[in-house]
Nanobody
């Protein structure tokens, strides 16, 4: 059974930074895709960024390019999301997810459909 646990959320002022972490346990796959998603109240879930253990360029949604950085520490089974220059529009519940069956980096993106495992989420609030 795969478990994902997020941490690092909080409240910051616009222009500030936060670093989210996602601890992965119970995984036996070597090549897989992981992503960060967010959902604000009254809005649909939005894919933020995705990365594959097999390499290739990470995928970012246009609104966070240049501000957010996704990274994967394979040795520690930890996914991170460094968020800089935060804006009030970034306020949401952020969740990490894993798509263990996606073995090819080219298929790793922020379409939520292929992701089988999800964490509980961590709240990010950005005030103006």
């Amino acid at each position: 059974q795969v478990h994902l646990v997020e941490s690092g959320g909080g409240s910051v002022q616009a222009g500030g930074s936060l670093r989210l972490s996602c601890a992965v346990s119970g995984n036996t796959y070597a090549r897989y895709c992981m992503g960060w998603f967010r959902q604000a109240p009254g809005k649909e879930r939005e894919g933020v960024a995705a990365i594959h253990t097999g390499g290739g360029a990470p995928y970012y949604v246009e609104s966070v390019k240049g501000r957010f950085t996704i990274a994967l520490d394979n040795a520690k089974d930890t996914l991170t999301l460094q968020m800089n220059s935060l804006e009030p529009e970034d306020t949401a519940m952020y969740s990490c997810a894993a798509a263990l069956w996606i073995a090819r980096p080219g298929y790793c993106n922020t379409d939520p459909g292929p992701y089988e495992y999800w964490g509980q989420g961590t709240q990010v609030t950005v005030s103006s």
